[in-house]
């Protein structure tokens, strides 16, 4: 870790200490409360100012905004009826651990990138991560829909159960339902969901760089994972490719003739194909720009100046081996089962923890752990791309 690293860790930590020791003195209300704002304030003074910053610029699904709000919550329960105040700060302590954990991850990746690539490949890579992935783009219109769904429900916990308990006399246990909103509101938050994502593809990205495997984009990485047609322009390289029927590719073949009736042949077997089977097409020759740039995935092999082969294909390959189609293909399958393992776990984890909440056994401690310890995992699983 470096030193603004260790720092907030050492916030952590003395976060933490002070929450312990204020557990057991034995004092209440106001005073308690004083207590516990400490170890808040130490651990978590940076979200309520990103949190007031987002605001004030009319952003209520950030993570600190929520977080926040969730701590807050317990504090008015504390302060109300509970007199409890201790899951505050711990909220506010693991929350703050798992966003280390994220920058930790991320430094950790940019140096392994920085050791194992020149700057030219850094800046090609740089290149293709800014152009994300359709899978990474639905996901963060997906993200936007997610939290504002456990918001809503989170309102509604607050207000309908005690109006419906009041219209038939009974106690309105408001400090239950405030506690189960809050609770929601931690579920709610998204970047659990698509936090990790990112990193399957730079992974993968890097790892096809380290064999001087070159794309120009993320979307490249989706389309090769279901392309079931390869052309290729002679025989010799689809020899030297290799048998790809192991990974999905049930047919490959090469095109003849002049430049145009290749590149008819190209168009027929485009609207031939079924709906959703992608072809890719592998060339030699610079002079195929056109066929290149007409499949799905231009691939171009045996060139060094990979900047000037990027603008007009998806692929290069520098070096004159077909062979390492197989470990383009491979990657991008591997990337994509990786991407959708990473949003379908913190989804069904969400989903139990809703039920768990729904049943009344959901401490919201337990929520954020719960939130942070499937990121982790999820960031882990990402290394499985290199």
Known sequence: MNKDQKTFLLRLLIGGCLSAVFFFIPVEGYLKALLFLIPVVIAGYDVYLSAGKKLISLEFLSEDFLIGIAAAGIFVTGLVWTGQFVEAPVIIIIYQLGKLIYSAFEASVKRREEAATDEEKRSILHDALERKAPIERKLKRFSKLFAPLFITAAIIVIIIPPLFRALYNLPPQANVFVYAAMTLIVIGCPSYIT????????????????????????????????????????????????????????????????????????????????????????????????????????????????????????????????????????????????????????????????????????????????????????????????
């Open 195 to 386: 936090g990790s994502v990112p990193f399957c593809f730079r992974n993968t990205l890097s790892s096809l760089l380290s064999k001087d495997v070159f794309l120009k984009d993320q979307n490249n990485i989706e389309s090769l994972s279901t392309t079931h047609i390869i052309l290729f322009d002679s025989q010799d390289n689809k020899e030297r490719a290799g048998d790809l029927r192991s990974l999905g590719i049930s047919r490959m073949e090469v095109l003849f003739g002049d430049h145009d009736e290749r590149l008819f042949t190209l168009e027929k077997t485009l609207r031939q194909r079924q709906r959703k089977t992608y072809l890719a097409y592998l060339s030699k020759a610079p002079d195929d720009k056109r066929l290149i740039q007409r499949a799905d995935t231009g691939i171009i092999i045996g060139h060094t100046d990979v900047r000037e082969m990027l603008e007009f294909s998806d692929a290069v390959i520098q070096e004159d081996a077909p062979e390492k189609l197989q470990d383009l293909i491979r990657s991008s399958k591997n990337c994509m089962t990786l991407v959708k393992t990473n949003i379908a776990f913190p989804i069904v984890v969400k989903l139990i923890l809703t039920v768990l909440l729904a049943v009344g056994i959901l401490p919201i401690t337990i929520a954020v752990a719960a939130n942070v310890a499937v990121y982790l995992l999820c960031l882990l699983n990402s290394k499985r791309a290199l």
